[in-house]
C-alpha cells in the first residue's frame, strides 16, 4: 500500500497568513492526489484534485503543488472560516490511502 | 443538486452484521464510481471499498476484505455496504462518496454512524 505522510500534524497561525502544508508519497503517485477540508461533525470537502486542480467553487486562496513523491497545500490570507483540519489522499492505486490530517488551528 | 443520503447506521453487537445505504440523486449515477470512506470517532480519514460504475469491479480495504461486501442497483441509484463480523474497531462514521475519474471525491453524503459495543 502507498502511504501517505502529511507535516505538520498541527499548525498554528493567524488571520492573514499564509500556510503549507505537505504531503508525501511512499511511492510515486504521479500527479494523482487530493486534498480535503474537514469541518468538526461534517463530511471532507474536496479543495485540490490531480496535485494543482482547483475544485469548482473553491476559493483561488486555495493552491496545491508537487508530483510524484512530494506535495503542498498552500493557503494564503487565512481567514477564519479556514481553521479546519486538512487531508491529502492518493488515489493512483487501490487502497486509495489518505494522510493523518493536519489540523490547522488559531494562533 | 448532487446529493448522497446514507441509512442504516446503528449500535450493533460484536460479530453482528449491518447494512448500510447510500441513495444518489442529482447525477448519472450509472457514470460514477462510488466508494466508502469511514472515520472512527476523533481519527483520520480511511478508504473502505468501491464499486465501480456499473459494479463490475469492486476492491477493499485490507481491513475489512472478506467481512465487507459492495453493492449497487442502477435502476434505484443506491449502493450498499453490507458489514459482517463486526468488531469493534469498525465504529466509525461512514461516508459514501462520488468519484469522477481522475477527480477525487467530489460530492459526499452526511455520513452514518455504527457503533460496535457489546
Known amino acids: 500500500d502507498i502511504q501517505m505522510t502529511q507535516s505538520p500534524s498541527t499548525l498554528s497561525a493567524s488571520v492573514g497568513d499564509r500556510v503549507t502544508i505537505t504531503c508525501r508519497a511512499s511511492?510515486?503517485?504521479?500527479?494523482?492526489l487530493a486534498w480535503y477540508q474537514q469541518k468538526p461533525g461534517k463530511a471532507p470537502k474536496l479543495l485540490i484534485y490531480r496535485a494543482s486542480s482547483l475544485e469548482s467553487g473553491v476559493s483561488s486562496r486555495f493552491s496545491g503543488s508537487g508530483y510524484g513523491t512530494d506535495f503542498t497545500l498552500t493557503i494564503n490570507s487565512l481567514q477564519p472560516d479556514d481553521f479546519a483540519t486538512y487531508y491529502c489522499?492518493?488515489?493512483?492505486?487501490?487502497?486509495?490511502?489518505f494522510g493523518q490530517g493536519t489540523n490547522l488551528e488559531i494562533k | 443538486q448532487v446529493q448522497l443520503v446514507e441509512s442504516g447506521g446503528g449500535v450493533v453487537q460484536p460479530g453482528r452484521s449491518l447494512r448500510l445505504s447510500c441513495a444518489a440523486s442529482g447525477f448519472a449515477f450509472s457514470n460514477y464510481d462510488i466508494h466508502w470512506v469511514r472515520q472512527a470517532p476523533g481519527k483520520g480519514l480511511e478508504w473502505v471499498a468501491v464499486i465501480s460504475y456499473d459494479g463490475s469491479n469492486k476492491f477493499y480495504a485490507e481491513s475489512v476484505q472478506g467481512r465487507f461486501t459492495i453493492s449497487r442497483d442502477n435502476s434505484n441509484n443506491t449502493v450498499s455496504l453490507q458489514l459482517n463480523t463486526l468488531r469493534a474497531d469498525d465504529t466509525a462514521v461512514y461516508y459514501c462518496?462520488?468519484?469522477?475519474?481522475?477527480?477525487?471525491?467530489?460530492?459526499w453524503g452526511q455520513g452514518t454512524l455504527v457503533t460496535v459495543s457489546s
Open positions: 462518496t462520488k468519484a469522477p475519474q481522475r477527480w477525487g471525491f467530489d460530492s
Open positions: 511511492q510515486t503517485i504521479n500527479i494523482w
Open positions: 489522499q492518493q488515489y493512483k492505486t487501490y487502497p486509495y490511502t
